[in-house]
């Protein structure tokens, strides 16, 4: 048991600290409902006893559910179209940083509560476990395809959808109402903030908060939420002889053999329908039918062979970022500037992940290119 739990230790414990029967009670029957829910998953009380628990000062912790101030450093960063698909429709992406106290609180969260429940089998992104290419091969020698995009998957998500993960879970609804205040952020404070009279905001005009993309609670707190998705989609598949995963806000549809134009269009519809009715919407910029003899790509990786592969789009813009970079006549300095990157730091990493996504696909062929990598003069 990752969390144990003795009840009677804690009546003994609770007895000598001077608690009320009728108090300690109370106390063991929330902690069973949770463990019936997931043995594996921790004891929580209260807000001071999730503030013991992370070492993180009480009056802290209740700030972060009070809202009376944003604990987030926002700042926006440019989107970069997935190999093989179109641009991006936004230009940049909202990244929102916890405080250092709120992230340790989202962090625990997440790998004492969250990364205890498994997602839903179709659900290939974010959890302990998961893997992009085996949601690849999912689609591995499909005649057609069908893929939908969602439409900002983690600002739709709302603390009253994470609040019913938390209550899933046996969390009282207090307890679940401020778990949830923990892990979403609100656009606008609430009482004693900046906005309304007198510092003070109106309950008609409140906003209720979103999960914010950066913090550590957020990925899988999407998963959990769109289990009801993951299963009605997968249901949908199923009963058309389809195959169904989802990457994060990437669906993918496929089937083997026989199919028309028309079956996939049916597919896309029913699943957009199926978006509407759990919240989300679907892009209909990358909202794509691929049929048979057309390139298939699934999260970037080419699934139309005997064996997953990286497309050439995604070979050539690796290879030539790394004969760039290692040439005497380009360097570093000036394949920043034609490349648009702010810093070569963030250049660096971003050559590195895709390397790193290029050896998680393909081995062999991405040895010679570490060489390359490992022989930049990151100083010209």
């Known amino acids: 048991m990752r969390h144990p739990w003795d009840s009677q230790n ?23 409902r949770i463990k019936k829910k997931n043995r594996d998953l921790p004891v929580i009380f209260s807000m001071s006893h999730l503030a013991h628990l992370t070492d993180v000062n009480a009056e802290t912790m209740l700030s972060f559910v009070e809202r009376t101030h944003d604990h987030y450093r926002i700042f926006r960063v440019k989107k970069r179209a997935t190999p093989g698909t179109t641009a991006p429709t936004r230009r940049y992406r909202t990244i929102c940083v916890p405080s250092p106290a709120l992230k340790r609180v989202q962090r ?19 959890a302990p476990e998961s893997d992009l290419v085996e949601a690849a091969n999912k689609h591995l020698g499909c005649s057609w395809l069908v893929k939908l995009d969602i439409v900002n998957f983690f600002e739709t998500i709302g603390e009253r959808h994470v609040y019913y993960v938390f ?40 906003i209720p908060g979103h999960l914010p993309q950066g913090a550590p609670s957020s990925p899988m707190l999407a998963n959990l939420v769109a289990r009801h998705l993951d299963e009605e989609l997968t249901a949908l598949a199923s009963s058309r002889g389809w195959t169904y995963t989802r990457y994060a806000d990437d669906l993918t549809f496929s089937v083997h053999g026989k199919s028309s134009r028309g079956k996939a269009a049916e597919i896309m519809a029913v699943a957009t329908q199926a978006l509407a009715r759990q919240g989300f919407a679907s892009n209909k910029l990358k909202s794509k039918v691929v049929p048979p003899g057309a390139r298939k790509l699934v999260l970037g990786i080419v ?24 040439s005497d006549k380009i360097g570093v300095k000036l394949h920043m500037a034609n490349r648009g990157f702010d810093s070569i730091v963030g250049m ?13 696909v393909d081995e062999k062929y991405t040895a010679r290119l570490y060489q390359q990598f490992n022989s930049i003069n990151w100083l010209t």
Do not use: M
């Open 108 to 126: 625990w969260i997440a790998q004492n509560i969250l990364n205890i429940i498994d997602p839903h089998e179709a659900s290939h992104a974010f």
């Open 10 to 32: 804690f009546r003994v414990g609770a007895r000598n600290a001077g608690r009320p029967d009728q108090v300690i009670d109370r106390a063991i029957a929330a902690a069973r």
């Open 167 to 206: 209550r899933s879970l046996g969390y009282t609804a207090l307890l679940s109402f401020q778990l949830a205040r923990i892990c979403t952020r609100t656009l606008r404070l609430t009482p004693n903030g900046r906005a309304g009279n007198d510092g003070r905001l109106p309950h008609e005009k409140y």
């Open 303 to 326: 699934v139309d062979t005997e064996h997953t592969k990286l497309s050439r789009k995604f070979r050539n813009n690796l290879e030539t970022h790394l004969y760039a970079l290692t």
């Open 348 to 360: 660096r990493k971003h050559v590195a992940g895709l390397l790193a996504f290029a050896h998680h």
